[in-house]
Each structure stands twice: as C-alpha cells, then as structure tokens.
C-alpha cells in the first residue's frame, strides 16, 4: 500500500463548479500537508500549505486536514478553465529535516466552458 | 520568488549514452531533489541531497548517480541510458528546515532511442 492514495481522475466539471479533491494516507506521523498544481508540461507549483489539522482558505481555494480521518481535502469555489490542472497531495513528517515530502498520483481536472 | 532551473526542456538521446542533467536553484537552499514523472505513477524519487556532497537514495535509484559539488547546483546523471529511461524529469530544492515545502523546475523531457 502506498503511503499516500489519490484517485487519478480524470475528473471533468463545467465552470462554476465547485471541485473536490481528496487523498487518504497511512502514516500517522505526518504533519505538513500540501497541494501543488501542475500545468500540462510544466513543474508543479505550490498552492497551499497546511500544518497539523483544520481549514485554510485562500481565495477560491480551502485546505482541509482531518488527521483522525488520515484524509485532506482541497476544494475549488468557482471553477475557472484556467483551474484546468493536475492536481497532487503531498506530506511530509515533523522530523524530517531531509525534506522528503510524500506524493500522491495527481488527480487531473477540466473545467469546460 | 525561488527560482530552480533546469538545463534543458527537452532532450533526445540513444540508449547507451551518458546523460547529465543539470538542476541550478538561486535561493542558497540546503536540500535538492530528482524525481520522475510517468502517467500513472505519478513523481516517483531518484536521489536527494541535504548538503554539499551529501547524498541519499530515494526509491528508485538503480540507473542513476547524482553529484552536487556545489550548493545551487545538483546533477543527476544516467551512466548509460535505456529506453525504460525515458521520463519526465523534475528538479526540487527546498530551504531545510522541518516542514518547509520544495520548489520545482520546470522540468525535462527526456526521450532515449
């Protein structure tokens, strides 16, 4: 079993949707969750950060962190075209200094017009 | 903003070549990394490196060695590539300290013949 589990997609919506995205993980001691966006040919990017359990928002976006549920969410008010993307999770523990972040597969989203 | 270049975007070589890629961050960051990218697997780890000529294998290390003789600059380097070796390449670096997330290039694709 990986560590991290993500549904690939594809996952197909019309614009204005609301998106969600969701990955479970097994290992406990994880602390530091992240959502990257990946363009088509491009490097992933950053686009939110997390630490512990909660909520962030950030514009159209929230992260959810459950750790009892070992589940995070990324969520997507308004969806644009531009939103078109591969999303990936990642996590890292609180004592890894090396930085070895723990990805999962990437979902693949469209928003039509 | 954290700038992480790669030497090349794209890249054709013939099995049994030395290829060098080249990974260059601007930003003194501590960790580097070398990931692959294959649809359907997702970013899977070659190698990392937490200081000048330190390294560490990640999961999928066999047909790859690194060098990092410098701090911005970290290479990976396949001794004789293989068909099987053809891949999107991502670099990474990131600050060093726990938690702290990884900045990606843009990537390179790599296609052996």
């Known amino acids: 079993q990986k560590e991290v589990e993500q549904d690939p997609g594809p996952l197909s919506v019309p614009e204005g949707a609301i998106v969600s995205l969701n990955c479970t993980y097994s290992?406990?001691?994880?602390?530091?969750f992240m959502w990257y966006r990946q363009y088509s040919r491009k490097g992933p990017e950053l686009l939110m950060y997390t630490y512990s359990s909660g909520n962030k928002e950030d514009g159209r976006f929230t992260a959810q962190v459950d750790k009892s549920s070992k589940y995070i969410s990324l969520f997507i008010r308004d969806s644009q075209p531009s939103d078109s993307a591969t999303y990936l999770c990642a996590m890292s523990d609180r004592g890894s200094t090396l930085g070895r972040l723990y990805f999962g597969r990437g979902t693949q989203l469209t928003v039509w017009p | 903003d954290v700038k992480v270049t790669q030497s090349s975007r794209y890249l054709v070589k013939r099995t049994g070549e030395k290829v060098f890629l080249e990974c260059v961050q601007d930003?003194?960051?501590?960790?580097m990394f070398w990931y692959r990218q294959d649809p359907g697997l997702g970013l899977r780890l070659i190698y990392f490196?937490?200081?000048?000529?330190?390294?560490e294998k990640g999961d999928i290390p066999e047909g790859y060695s690194v060098s990092r003789e410098k701090k911005e600059r970290f290479s990976l380097i396949l001794e004789s590539a293989s068909t099987n070796q053809t891949s999107m390449y991502l670099c990474?670096?990131?600050?060093?300290?726990?938690?702290?997330?990884?900045?990606f290039g843009p990537g390179t694709r790599l296609t052996v013949l």
């Open positions: 930003m003194d960051h501590e960790n």
């Open positions: 990474a670096s990131r600050p060093g300290q726990a938690g702290d997330t990884q900045y």
């Open positions: 290992n406990s001691a994880f602390q530091y």
């Open positions: 490196s937490y200081d000048v000529k330190m390294k």
